[in-house]
């Protein structure tokens, strides 16, 4: 059996897209998408990202562009699929979250955050599943949130465009699974990203590890090994799943 597993999660000689991957959660599975043998391209709007590819090693490409510019987004996985010669991973990890009262948030707030949660999301996966249907396969997985599946105070944003990746991938995963692409979600509690550990420090931070069962926040390389087995060819009977990864915060 032990064979089996290494082959499964042997990524070697494949090529995988991860929005967002300049930091947080799409560095964490860039990082670790390598150590199994494949090759990344990252997608992010830091410039620095084609230093941090480099910085994975050699063969690994970075991309900066601006995921709401669906020209830029084309050109780009057309690019990414030209310099490995193949396509067969996507990982949408690109987010934003711009928080307020219901009452208050601005038509700018709610346009970004849906523009570059849900609206690049899909355009990337539609980008890249053109190529994957070529080969007749591939495995994507979109980076949803606990915030799909419950309500959080001044998140209405956030949560909507989060709820709708999950329906998104639904879709996607039904009509694509005939041609050999899975399509699933996955949906993190509060992750110690950079950003998570500056926005949710202090008092704020404890009081929501209290509400969490297991009694703390994710850590990043636990969302990768999760998208990582999705991605493996031990998953190829799961799609159109969304997998919830909170520490029971959704089960109370």
Same mark, same amino acid.
């Given at each position: ?21 300049? @930091? ?11 150590e199994r043998g494949a090759k990344v391209a990252l997608l992010d709007r830091d410039p ?5 590819a480099a910085r994975l090693g050699g063969g690994h490409l970075g991309l900066a562009l ?14 990414? %699929? ?5 396509l067969d991973y996507l990982v949408n990890s690109a987010g934003v979250a711009l928080l ?34 070529? &080969? ?32 998104? +991938? ?6 694509? @699974? ?6 699933? !979600? ?7 990203? !950079?950003?998570?550990?500056? !926005? ?6 404890? &009081? !929501?590890?209290? $509400?969490?069962?297991?009694? &703390?926040?994710? $850590? ?14 031990? %998953?190829?009977?799961? +799609? ?11 089960? $109370?």
């Amino acid at each position: 059996m032990s064979g089996f597993w290494d082959q499964a999660f042997d990524l070697s000689g494949r090529c995988a897209v991860i929005t967002g991957g300049a @930091a947080g959660i799409g560095l964490a599975c860039a990082t670790l998408l390598v150590e199994r043998g494949a090759k990344v391209a990252l997608l992010d709007r830091d410039p620095e990202v084609v230093e941090i590819a480099a910085r994975l090693g050699g063969g690994h490409l970075g991309l900066a562009l601006d995921l709401r510019q669906l020209d830029q987004v084309q050109h780009a996985v057309d690019r990414v %699929a030209e310099y490995f010669g193949r396509l067969d991973y996507l990982v949408n990890s690109a987010g934003v979250a711009l928080l307020d009262k219901a009452l208050e948030v601005s038509e700018s707030a709610w346009d970004s955050t849906l523009n570059i949660n849900l609206k690049a999301s899909f355009f990337v996966a539609q980008a890249c599943a053109r190529h994957m249907l070529e &080969r007749g396969s591939g495995r994507i997985v979109n980076l949803a949130s606990q915030a799909a599946v419950i309500g959080l105070d001044r998140h209405v944003a956030y949560c909507a465009s989060k709820a709708a990746v999950v329906g998104m +991938t639904k879709v996607l995963a039904m009509e694509w @699974a005939a041609h050999g692409i899975n399509v699933n !979600a996955v949906s993190p509690t509060i992750v110690e990203t !950079a950003l998570g550990k500056k !926005a949710w420090a202090g008092e704020l931070g404890e &009081r !929501a590890k209290l $509400q969490i069962p297991v009694g &703390r926040f994710a $850590q990043p390389e636990e969302i990768a090994g999760l998208v990582l087995y999705l991605l493996s060819d031990a %998953a190829q009977m799961i +799609t159109g799943e969304n997998v919830v990864i909170d520490g029971g915060y959704s089960i $109370q």
